[in-house]
């Protein structure tokens, strides 16, 4: 199964316009510069030791002539004017789900098309990113050639190892693309003695004639594409290292920019969700709609003078259920502070005991609740497992009414550490984690539903059917053992060779996900899938993590924003079938 993409979106081409025109004036051109070969002891050189010629870009327009069109460009999108041309850096700012990948790909074709550009390098904060452009790239080859008359292009990610690819990159007359992770190459020294410690692009190579790498690359004056640049140049170090690429311009694209230079497009969350480019989001906040069949106290202070407490409890809001915190004093009844609920009759205080290191609160049923201590809360294990079973009964439900549209539904777990969904035996055979466990048995139970019968009509064994229906992508050691990803104390993937193997595998999957012939549908991932991987019919999020900040939220959410496929790959519109549900384990509500 392919994906089929679109080329004559408007709000995309949009955006690629809102770029490619702000070269409007600039003729077809090309720079030159020589390559010498290698010869260590040549003391003077000839026209004939010069025997390669590298190709780069050149840019032949006025700052003026730039400015105007860049006014013209932002006039036109409603978006506040550049008053003078401080940097060639101009941002994009496109909603998750809406296509940003593909945006700035077919920009480059457009710029090359329209003025001779031949020379690109895209920079990415993650092996993640770095492996889903990748991933875009290889699934459009056959899309863009059909569009741009068959032109010739090549893209590679940068590695180390493979310098003749720079070389290539820096003389070839065709479109060369390449894609590199920002730590490839911030890491640069000007002190000779440190010269090993500095990244192989910074140092003298024998392959590239004595050269170091980047000075290849830097004399193509490439256009530099910065996606997702919060996370690329968030530091000196980075902006120094971007500008060691002798960049022609930046392009900056992200949905959650930090600063804006030079914003050209604008599509953020509000549009796109009224032009329905992306799902619409619900969320099922399990924990608080399931857990307040108790009474809920969470004693949170307590006050002598005067004597008072205050507490949380659970409060009828509008005929829902929210968790408050509230002052007590020795004439509260909770019953009517929680407004009617049931479960609080006969919680009228009977007591609020100070005695240092010694409080509580005794209410007149006898039921005592100490200083910072908590009862009718349910535990954190049955909020997940509540959690995996309703995520399992949304999917089904979806399967019955997307099913027949030739759309398979998938739903994404995040986990807080993998062993909670596999681990191993004494002898290192795999087992299932309590994660694991629970999803079958929960999928057992549930399949037997005589509203989901259509759906199983062709299964014989249930028990071997439920092994073959979830998965996990984790990164993996030296010895074959999974593990959680690494992260930095931002919260962001840190890069190593297991990670990159694990993000490779999923995105050669991607497609493979999509039909029917694949039995897996649910998907457990610790880090892995929280940025740069996306799948169209992702339609289910359950967050068996904490998450608690609102770039983590906005990621993991990412991963299931946009429009899904048929098993013809075609998109389907329409909220009806557009709908990513949030099972969470706190309050997505206000984020969502």
């Known amino acids: 199964m392919k994906i089929k993409f679109e080329s004559d979106l408007n709000y995309q081409n949009n955006a690629i316009n809102s770029i490619v025109n702000i070269f409007e004036g600039q003729e077809i051109c090309q720079s030159n510069f020589s390559i010498q070969r290698q010869d260590k002891h040549l003391l003077q050189r000839s026209l004939s030791d010069y025997d390669e010629l590298g190709i780069g870009n050149r840019l032949e327009l006025l700052d003026d002539e730039l400015l105007t069109n860049i006014q013209n460009i932002q006039l036109k999108n409603g978006l506040p004017q550049s008053k003078k041309l401080n940097s060639m850096d101009f941002s994009v700012e496109m909603e998750t789900g809406t296509g940003k990948t593909y945006v700035y790909l077919k920009s480059i074709f457009e710029m090359n098309k329209k003025y001779g550009f031949t020379k690109f390098i895209i920079v990415v904060p993650s092996i993640a990113i770095k492996e889903g452009t990748k991933k875009t790239l290889d699934i459009t080859t056959e899309h863009f050639k059909g569009i741009f008359d068959n032109v010739n292009y090549d893209h590679f990610i940068y590695d180390s190892s493979n310098l003749e690819q720079v070389r290539d990159f820096a003389t070839s007359s065709d479109i060369r693309i390449m894609v590199i992770n920002i730590d490839a190459f911030k890491k640069s020294f000007t002190d000779p003695e440190k010269d090993t410690k500095a990244n192989i692009i910074h140092r003298q190579n024998d392959r590239l004639n004595g050269q170091k790498p980047i000075e290849f690359i830097a004399s193509t004056n490439p256009i530099v594409i910065i996606d997702e640049p919060q996370s690329v140049d968030n530091t000196d170090k980075s902006k120094v290292a971007i500008e060691t690429l002798n960049p022609l311009c930046r392009l900056r694209y992200s949905a959650t920019h930090i600063d804006k ?98 409080e509580y609160i005794e209410f007149g049923n006898g039921v005592i609740v100490k200083l910072k201590e908590v009862v009718g809360d349910i535990d954190n294990d049955s909020i997940k497992r509540l959690q995996i079973r309703k995520t399992i009964e949304e999917h089904l439900d979806k399967e019955l009414r997307l099913n027949p549209k030739g759309i398979k539904v998938l739903s994404l777990f995040f986990l807080d550490r993998v062993s909670n969904y596999r681990q191993y035996d004494e002898e290192k055979n795999p087992i299932n984690g309590k994660f694991a466990n629970w999803f079958e048995e929960e999928y057992l139970a549930i399949s037997k539903k005589a509203k ?64 029917f012939e694949s039995p897996l549908r649910f998907i457990f991932s610790h880090s892995a899938l929280k940025e740069g991987w996306d799948n169209p019919n992702v339609f289910q999020i359950c967050t068996l993590n904490e998450t608690n900040s609102v770039m983590k939220k906005r990621q993991e959410i990412g991963r299931g924003l946009r429009i899904c496929v048929n098993q013809d790959g075609d998109r389907v519109q329409g909220f009806y079938v557009n709908t990513l549900t949030v099972m969470a384990n706190e309050s997505y509500e206000d984020f969502a």
């Open 452 to 515: 989901y019968n259509t759906l199983f009509n062709d299964i014989k064994n249930f028990d071997d059917n439920v092994k073959t229906i979830h998965n996990g992508y984790f990164s993996t050691d030296k010895k074959g053992v999974l593990k959680d990803s690494s992260s930095n104390v931002k919260g962001e993937l840190k890069g190593n060779k297991d990670d990159e193997d694990t993000f490779s595998l999923i995105m050669k999957d991607k497609e493979k996900l999509l039909s």
């Open 261 to 358: 230079h030079n914003l050209m497009y604008k599509l953020d969350s509000i549009d796109a969700y009224e032009q329905k480019l992306v799902k619409q989001i619900e969320v099922a906040n399990v924990k608080l709609d399931e857990a307040h069949n108790n009474a809920y106290i969470k004693v949170m202070s307590i006050k002598a003078n005067p004597r008072s407490a205050k507490i949380e409890i659970d409060i009828n809001n509008s005929g829902r259920t929210s968790r408050k915190t509230i002052t007590i004093n020795s004439r509260s009844d909770l019953y009517e502070l929680s407004k009617g609920r049931d479960v609080y009759d006969g919680y009228t205080i009977n007591d609020i005991y100070i005695e240092e290191d010694n």
